[in-house]
Every structure is written in C-alpha cells, then in structure tokens.
C-alpha cells in the first residue's frame, strides 16, 4: 500500500538501518545458477546498508521458476533465519491479483468495466458529486476518492467524498480496491478470497498462498517489525519492535504467499495470462490490464498505470512494476515484459522504503544472461550523510523571535547548530533527519523562492520557522483563533494509522509538521494541496480543544501526554 500516514517514519534516502544482523541465506533452486552471482553480494550489501532483518526473493522467466530464496533473519530475537517457506504480507501487490480477477469476470459477461460501480453495489457510501465512478476509475486510481483503508465509517450517516473528476487525474487509493473486494463478490457470488484462490491460484499451482491474512497464519509468516518510536522519523540503524497478531482483509492489499508461489505467478505476467494448464486470463484481457492508462508519478517520472499494475519503461523495455507497503513488511516486483525476465522481493520490516533496487537489478542480470552480454553493475546506494548541492543550503537562519540555526556544508555534508546542539543532516523522504535525538520527532523542511528554485530562503521544524537573508516575504502571520483547538498530537486505534500530530506554523496548520491543511471552514481542512481528495475534519471541541480528528474518516482522539 502506498499511504501519506507513512510519511511520519517514511524513507532516509540510504538510510542504513538497524545493526547489522548475520545474513543466512536459503535457497529452493539451484544455487549456482548464473543469476545468483553478484545479485546475492548486492542483496546482502543493501540489506545491511538499509537495516533489513530479512528478505525473500523470488526470480522467473517465461519458462518456469528461476530462483525462490531466502535472506537473513525472521527473528532478530532469536537469530531465526528466513526461510523459503516463510509467507510474505506483498501489500499492494495484491492489487494486480484483484485486476486479473476482475477481467475474467469482465469476459464472463458479469462485469463491464465502463458501467458506475453504484450500478453494482447501490448501498456504497459515497457521494459522487464530480461524476459517476466506474470499474475503470477504481482500477486506475482516477476516481478522485479518498485514499483509505475504511469503507464503513464510525459514522453510518457518513460517506466518502470525491474530490475532483473521475479520469481526470491519478490519485493512489486503496479505498477503491477495497470497494472492487465487493464487487468480485458479489459478481462471483462467494467471497472476493475464495474467488482469487480459486480463479488466480488454483490454475497457477500457488498452493502456499492465501489472499486473507488471518491469525491461523500466523505460524507460517515471517515474524516482522516496524520501527520502535513510531512518532519520529525514521533513521538509519533505527530500533526496531517486533509486530504482533495482524488480521486483513482488503482487495488492497491482503495476500501473502511465499517465493515459490511468486515465481509462478511472475511467469505467468511474463506470459501474458497464460499459466501452465491455460490462460488466466485473454489476450484481449491481459491487453486491457497492462495497457498505459494514466501517468503514475508516484512510481517513477515515467511510469502510467494499468489495472492494478504500474506500466514503465526502462532501457526501452515494457516493465510492469509494483511496490506494497504493509504495517511490517515492504515489497518490491519488476516484469520485463520484453525480456521475459521478472523478479519479486519482500521485506520483513516497514522502514519507510521498498526493495526495487533489488527487483529492479536482479530483471537487468537475467536480461544481459539472456542477451549474452556483461552483467550490470549493481545499482549505487547512496550514502547515509551524502546531500547534491550542500551548499545550497548553508546558511544563518532566524526565526521571528530572534532565535537561530546555523546549517554549515563540507563537501557534500551538512550539519546544523541550534540550541546549543551540533549534529549532522541526513536526507530523508520529506527533508532531512537530525542525527541528535532530541530532534528527531519532525524532519527538517526547507523552502525555496518560487521564483528562484535554486535558492533556498527557509527552514522549518514541526511548528518551529526560519528564515535567512535572502527571505523577502512576510514574517509575520495571523492566525485564525479556532487552529488553537486543532494543534495537539491525534492517536488512532488502526494499526495503519498511529500517532500524527498537528501544529501550527506561519499562520497555518500542518500535518506532522511536514503536509499542509488548506481549511474549507467549520474545522474541515483539505490534507495537501488541490486536488487531494484526503480530509481532516476537527470535532468533540471540549475545554477549548478539539478531541476528535477524523482523518478520511478514520477517528483519531486527541492524547495529551508528550511522546
């Protein structure tokens, strides 16, 4: 899954993890087959630099399996290593599994994809005020609906808004897979699961895998982690904790399988629907799943979406490519259509990052076996402190209240003195992440002229601002009375959603320091800028604060202690 909530504890650009851990490795295939060397040297490098516990692999070409291993430790605790066998939570990926399903669906005559999905399932909460959503906006992401995990609402009078034109723009939303969940069951008449094992995993042979994650399974997955101070960002060698008990069941995102039960289903993509004892799906079928639909920047700056899938481009080949985000496991899978070759990777750990560039380097080694050519080099991993441009950012800042940091360069390094402190910077998702604990809670963001893109003029921390000499804007703010109440930290009960915490700054209010809240009034606030159709409406106002958050619909509660 991809979500904005993992912005908090979202990825250090190289960031290396926790301690290093002894990098055991299990192998169901052949074990000198070309493709392992180099690739297993790079694995077990990008593991320790990004601080994976462990890591399973799974490789495929148009004629079978190639590979199905298995990296490092399933139980840091306990030095278990990760086996073949161990299942994986592929998150997003899922979503590929749900398309196919569909299209079957759509050649049996049960499903028009260009039909309104209300036509199929009246009873949906959603107001749809910017036009009718069909099959085929849920499937590319264009129905302008919010990016949620909760269909069903704590409210039962409540609905989802749509926040712009159906097909007018991509918009990730798991939401929308969660809503095709309903609809496979009810077109299929037995349970979205059911009809995905029975349609997608029986014909291919994945017989490890389950498209529900349940508590039965939990001697079977991979013990997984997620970081131990879930409100900071985080770093490089952070802590870990391990994860407990986890129960999904969303079209979004809920199958786990294992490298082997991969490898079949990567061969069939490689074969464009068709499985070892027939097609999963047509031709035409398969035509309309990995078609370009709609660009899908959020996975690279030349990638469109398909159905379920992202469709990308890379040295002139047709990749099909897709990441999953869960609560404690990252996964990666990368399909050269053109070259036959494809690989799947997954994580048993959420630091904010996916493993492509083991996907992505493992496809280009089996391309140039296939080709005859030299191997590539690995890909470079960029190092934990290393910032292009440094210099761009050095500088005195000062904040309206006379306070001030100073953010010097050497090199391609930057460090920064406040408050007495001294520490290094290091990139992260949304800024850069200090070294010293003591600010680590919120990145550091900084701000450039909108007329000048090179020249960097602010600096801010949560609700703390800065400013340097070559700022010429306003430097004070008004503040409208009512953001008093909203400002506090927010838990949800969703293991999805933890902490956020919402400040105040410039006159505005920010979520977790990092995303603006643009108001529409009565405490409704848009997160991020038009057109994102996410909200965050403040309710319960009690003793002059507001007690109630409710973030697309999920209920957060106002929490008074620090930390």
Request: with cysteine; aromatic share 10%; glycine share 10%.
């Amino acid at each position: 899954m991809i979500d904005w909530r993992l912005s908090r504890r979202g990825l250090l650009a190289g960031s290396l993890g926790t301690a290093a851990a002894a990098l055991a490795l299990a192998d169901d295939a052949v074990r000198d087959h070309p493709s392992s060397a180099g690739l297993d040297d790079f694995i077990r490098r990008y593991m320790r630099e990004m601080g994976a516990p462990g890591l399973t692999l799974a490789l495929a070409n148009r004629g079978g399996t190639v590979r199905a291993a298995s990296f490092g430790l399933a139980g840091i605790e306990s030095g278990t290593p990760v086996t073949p066998d161990h299942l994986f939570q592929i998150g997003s990926i899922s979503k590929s599994f749900a398309a196919l399903t569909l299209l079957q669906l759509r050649e049996e005559g049960k499903v028009d994809l260009d039909r309104p999905i209300l036509h199929y399932l009246p009873w949906l909460p959603l107001e749809t005020n910017h036009g009718p959503v069909t099959v085929h906006h849920l499937l590319t992401h264009t129905s302008g609906l919010p990016n949620t995990l909760s269909l069903f609402l704590s409210d039962p009078a409540a609905r989802h808004v749509q926040a712009f034109k159906p097909g007018s723009n991509f918009d990730y939303c798991n939401l929308g897979f969660e809503i095709l969940g309903h609809l496979i069951a009810a077109a299929d008449a037995r349970p979205w699961p059911e009809s995905i094992a029975r349609r997608i995993f029986t014909p291919l042979g994945m017989t490890s895998s389950h498209a529900s994650i349940t508590l039965a399974l939990r001697d079977r997955l991979a013990p997984s982690y997620k970081p131990y101070d879930e409100n900071a960002v985080y770093p490089r060698r952070g802590r870990l904790a391990p994860v407990g008990a986890f129960v999904f069941e969303n079209a979004a995102g809920s199958v786990a399988s294992t490298p082997a039960d991969m490898a079949r289903y990567l061969r069939m993509l490689l074969n464009r629907g068709a499985g070892p004892e027939g097609r999963i799906v047509s031709e035409e079928s398969f035509a309309l799943f990995s078609k370009p639909y709609v660009k899908a920047p959020e996975f690279s700056p030349t990638a469109h979406y398909g159905y379920g899938v992202a469709v990308d481009e890379l040295h002139g080949h047709t990749i099909l490519r897709h990441t999953g985000g869960m609560v404690s496991f990252m996964s990666a899978m990368h399909v050269d259509l053109d070259a036959g070759v494809a690989a799947f990777a997954s994580i048993n750990a959420q630091q904010g990052y996916r493993p492509n560039p083991v996907t992505q380097y493992a496809v280009q080694r089996m391309r140039a076996e296939a080709e005859q050519k030299t191997a590539p080099e690995p890909p470079v991993l960029p190092a934990e402190f290393d910032v292009p441009d440094a210099a761009g950012y050095a500088g005195t800042y000062e904040s309206p209240e006379g306070e001030r940091l100073e953010v010097t360069a050497k090199e391609q390094r930057l460090s920064m003195t406040i408050a007495g402190r001294t520490f290094p910077l290091a990139p992260s998702g949304e800024g850069f992440l200090a070294s010293d604990a003591a600010f680590r809670k919120f990145p550091f963001v900084f701000g450039r002229n909108t007329t000048d893109p090179k020249s960097v003029i602010e600096v801010a921390y949560g609700p703390r601002w800065y400013f340097n000499a070559r700022y010429t804007g306003a430097k004070q703010f008004s503040t409208p009375p009512e953001y008093a109440a909203f400002a506090g930290q927010y838990r949800a009960d969703s293991v999805w959603v933890g902490t956020v915490e919402v400040v105040l700054r410039k006159g505005a209010l920010w979520l977790d320091g990092v995303t603006p809240l643009e108001p529409f009034g009565n405490g409704l606030f848009r997160v991020g800028t038009e057109p994102s159709p996410e909200t965050a409406h403040f309710l319960s106002l009690a003793n002059g604060k507001a007690r109630l958050l409710k973030l697309s619909g999920i209920d957060l509660w106002r929490i008074e202690t620090a930390g």
